[in-house]
């Protein structure tokens, strides 16, 4: 029995496949009810809408598999999980199949794009009547200094799109059996890259080191006038100081696909309120890979592990 959680927007042939080799239940479910459902299902997939932890997991439970066709897993317990014998199937690590998968890339050079240009408020400024090209001048991506901050997949992507904006690449990466030699790509400290950079872009997975990192001490070495984009993970940002930093014009803008919280948005929060009276923060609801095809291949090569999971054939 396999339980499908998002059911929404799943492709025929994905359910076709699924429908093939197991007894498929389509049906979204309170977190509150998580155990309930562990009880009655083998696998249990969804994509985002979840936050799996060790209180929803019991010993002897019928779930043996907990599937998501996404990369980051800060939503699931994973020591939990081993504790109780559960596969977690994930496409981190699948980074033959992924480097096929761009959505998220594409999309943040959307926001970029976006965000330089003043598009959001140019459309709404056109829907309501006006036409004054005046208010709106924007920035060109061409020769701004890109700082990525993370070349793995997605990193790479993104200065590859840059590149072809004739943009100057900067790259922060820890690791590094990840930097390579590239003539136009120039790897450097932090420090470095937060003091040169116009536009700062991050790529990283969210883990203990890391959460918070971009706070006031990282605004406070920013040169002034930096644009920031997030379509990693919303727990990298300390939101607080990163209005700050928009309040006082350190930041000239910043667009996230991502926020802390996702799932119980608080709109008094200052994050929200500054959104709510200013142009130059945007917020996307955590689509970066959110695509027909991302959508399609991803959870197709899902539905694949799960199969093999079962020796079926």
């Given at each position: 029995?396999?339980?499908?959680?998002?059911?929404?927007?799943?492709?025929?042939?994905?359910?076709?496949?699924?429908?093939?080799?197991f007894d498929v239940i389509y049906q979204s479910v309170p977190d509150t009810e998580l155990k309930n459902v562990f009880a009655q299902c083998d696998v249990f997939l969804f994509n985002l809408a979840y936050t799996i932890q060790s209180s929803d997991l019991v010993n002897e439970q019928r779930c043996k598999i907990i599937a998501t066709p996404v990369t980051g897993l800060d939503r699931i317990d994973l020591k939990a999980c081993s504790d109780h014998n559960i596969q977690v199937i994930s496409l981190k690590g699948a980074a033959d199949f992924l480097k096929d998968v761009r959505a998220t890339a594409e999309h943040t050079m959307a926001l970029m794009l976006c965000l330089m240009r003043s598009i959001v408020p140019a459309v709404n400024h056109v829907r309501a009547g006006h036409f004054n090209r005046n208010l709106f001048k924007g920035s060109e991506l061409y020769q701004k200094t890109l700082g990525v901050i993370g070349y793995g997949r997605l990193g790479k992507i993104v200065a590859d799109y840059a590149i072809a904006f004739g943009m100057k690449i900067l790259v922060y990466e820890m690791d590094e059996t990840k930097k390579v030699h590239h003539k136009q790509i120039q790897f450097v400290n932090l420090d470095e890259l937060v003091s040169m950079a116009d536009i700062i872009s991050l790529h990283v997975d969210l883990n203990k080191g890391n959460e918070g990192f971009i706070n006031k001490d990282f605004f406070s070495k920013v040169k002034d006038g930096t644009f920031l984009i997030n379509t990693s993970r919303g727990n990298l940002i300390i939101e607080d100081d990163l209005v700050e930093a928009l309040?006082?014009?350190?930041?000239?803008?910043?667009a996230l696909d991502v926020v802390r919280n996702e799932s119980s948005i608080q709109h008094n929060d200052a994050l929200y309120q500054y959104l709510e009276q200013h142009n130059n923060l945007m917020i996307t609801p955590h689509i970066g890979g959110l695509t027909t095809?991302?959508?399609?291949?991803?959870?197709?090569?899902?539905?694949?592990?799960?199969?093999?999971?079962?020796?079926?054939?």
């Amino acid at each position: 029995m396999v339980w499908v959680a998002e059911p929404d927007g799943m492709a025929n042939a994905n359910k076709q496949v699924l429908e093939l080799h197991f007894d498929v239940i389509y049906q979204s479910v309170p977190d509150t009810e998580l155990k309930n459902v562990f009880a009655q299902c083998d696998v249990f997939l969804f994509n985002l809408a979840y936050t799996i932890q060790s209180s929803d997991l019991v010993n002897e439970q019928r779930c043996k598999i907990i599937a998501t066709p996404v990369t980051g897993l800060d939503r699931i317990d994973l020591k939990a999980c081993s504790d109780h014998n559960i596969q977690v199937i994930s496409l981190k690590g699948a980074a033959d199949f992924l480097k096929d998968v761009r959505a998220t890339a594409e999309h943040t050079m959307a926001l970029m794009l976006c965000l330089m240009r003043s598009i959001v408020p140019a459309v709404n400024h056109v829907r309501a009547g006006h036409f004054n090209r005046n208010l709106f001048k924007g920035s060109e991506l061409y020769q701004k200094t890109l700082g990525v901050i993370g070349y793995g997949r997605l990193g790479k992507i993104v200065a590859d799109y840059a590149i072809a904006f004739g943009m100057k690449i900067l790259v922060y990466e820890m690791d590094e059996t990840k930097k390579v030699h590239h003539k136009q790509i120039q790897f450097v400290n932090l420090d470095e890259l937060v003091s040169m950079a116009d536009i700062i872009s991050l790529h990283v997975d969210l883990n203990k080191g890391n959460e918070g990192f971009i706070n006031k001490d990282f605004f406070s070495k920013v040169k002034d006038g930096t644009f920031l984009i997030n379509t990693s993970r919303g727990n990298l940002i300390i939101e607080d100081d990163l209005v700050e930093a928009l309040q006082s014009g350190k930041l000239a803008g910043a667009a996230l696909d991502v926020v802390r919280n996702e799932s119980s948005i608080q709109h008094n929060d200052a994050l929200y309120q500054y959104l709510e009276q200013h142009n130059n923060l945007m917020i996307t609801p955590h689509i970066g890979g959110l695509t027909t095809e991302s959508t399609y291949k991803t959870e197709a090569y899902i539905i694949n592990q799960i199969v093999a999971a079962f020796n079926y054939g």
